[in-house]
């Protein structure tokens, strides 16, 4: 009886299909950056401008810690950035969960993600720093994927599939 836990690139559909597969398990879900924004009562945006990125990564680390922690079983759907912690990696690596890494083609991310309301980090040449953060992060997904699943060429209810047939 582990979490599930699902980590990529922004854009890659962490959020749909984990409501997919935490309704197929009947599991809770746990959504990162709603988490933070129920919290705090803030939006990711007013977080990042106002107390600065660094500020988000603390609560973004709290409440992974916090998902986690629940004693039932769940889906929990990480933000795209929590694996740049060291700390972070930790705790994925020693939970009880099975850490699934949805993998996209980074051509795909970059005509599928906006920047939109919760991802400030786009806001000035979204495709360059998506290549860049592929980059970045790919060793580090690798790094706490006890399983990898691609994206490409599958709809979100195939990906839930592929993630159930793996991992629950
Ligand atoms: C981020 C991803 C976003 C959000 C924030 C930072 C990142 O979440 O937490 O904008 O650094 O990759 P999604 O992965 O849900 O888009």
Request: include cysteine; proline fraction near 4%.
């Amino acid at each position: 009886m582990t979490h599930l836990v699902l980590v990529g690139m922004m854009g890659v559909g962490k959020s749909t299909v984990g409501r997919m597969v935490a309704a197929e398990l009947d599991r809770p879900l746990f959504d990162s950056d709603e988490m933070i924004e129920e919290r705090t009562g803030r939006t990711v945006r007013e977080i990042w401008s106002a107390d600065g990125e660094a500020a988000f990564r603390v609560l973004e680390t709290e409440t992974l810690v916090e998902a986690l922690a629940e004693v039932e079983p769940s889906v929990i759907a990480a933000a795209g950035g929590v694996v740049l912690s060291a700390l972070n990696r930790v705790v994925l690596r020693e939970a009880d969960a099975h850490v699934v890494w949805l993998l996209a083609d980074v051509d795909v991310l970059v005509g599928r993600v906006r920047n939109g309301m919760h991802r400030p980090l786009l806001d000035d040449d979204p495709a360059g720093t998506l290549r860049q953060m592929y980059d970045d992060r790919a060793p580090l997904y690798q790094e706490v994927a006890d399983a990898i699943v691609s994206v490409d060429n599958r709809t979100p209810s195939e990906v839930a599939k592929a993630v159930l047939r793996c991992c629950a």
